[in-house]
């Protein structure tokens, strides 16, 4: 398994970008030089990352979400 983390991962397991690999090891995400622990999908090239909106949820059940551009870093938070 590679020391860096992918470009894109998401929570959500019906997601195409899912890996419970790679989340089991934990995730730290930085989003503008602050430590972020809310956050549902993440993409570093692009640039931004996808959090929840309060408690509201969609017809479905799912947590309302909201995409915010800036800077992403990623990094293992144990080492394997």
Do not use: Q
């Not at 430590?35 to 309060?54: L, Q, T």
């Not at 800036?70 to 938070?77: C, K, L, N």
């Amino acid at each position: 398994m590679s020391e860096t983390p992918p470009d894109r991962l998401a929570t959500d397991p019906r997601s195409p970008f899912h890996d419970a690999e790679m989340l089991e090891r934990g995730i730290g995400i930085r989003f503008n030089g602050v430590e972020r622990d809310n956050v549902e999908e993440y993409c570093i090239s692009e640039g931004w990352i996808r959090v929840p909106v309060g408690k509201s949820k969609d017809r479905r059940g799912n947590p309302m979400t909201l995409k915010v551009k800036g800077t992403v870093e990623a990094w293992f938070r144990e080492a394997k």
